[in-house]
């Protein structure tokens, strides 16, 4: 019996997550399990990765294959670097918070403060007059040619 690492589709229509599982390489994509031993969410932002390193250490240990886009999953979170003895990977981006993002921008208001901003538009307004004149050319040029 071959066993593989698989990922099971639960979800809506456009709205998939999934369970990361260990199956008997005959059984459907969404059928009966032996054991599982993580989720993916892609649909969040930044999707969310959970797998069980013990179990996917010990599965990985008696033989069980993984399929490619459970191979690439167990390459992020480290578990297929271990289980071959190679360096691990960079740590998985963590998202900004609202709270870092909130402090962020009160550190670049603070140092706006002690420039002379009066809160007007940098440029120049144009003059009706200016764009009006602009416009006259143009159209006396065109007549000129017809």
């Not at 399929?67 to 670097?81: C, R």
């Amino acid at each position: 019996m071959a066993v593989k690492i698989k990922l099971k589709r639960l979800g809506k229509i456009r709205q998939p997550h999934y369970r990361i599982v260990i199956a008997d390489s005959r059984t459907r994509r969404d059928g009966r399990a032996i054991e599982e031993i993580g989720l993916y969410h892609p649909t969040y932002n930044p999707s969310r990765i959970e797998v069980d390193s013990e179990r996917a250490q010990y599965w990985l240990s008696v033989g069980a294959q993984p399929t490619e886009p459970v191979l690439a999953i167990l390459k992020l979170t480290g578990d297929w670097q271990k289980h071959k003895g190679l360096p691990a990977p960079a740590p998985l981006l963590v998202p900004e918070t609202k709270e870092s993002k909130r402090r962020s921008f009160d550190e670049f208001a603070k140092s706006l403060e002690g420039d002379d901003a009066k809160g007007e538009a940098i440029t120049p307004k144009a003059k009706k007059a200016d764009k009006k004149a602009d416009e006259a050319p143009a159209d006396a040029a065109e007549s000129t040619e017809a």
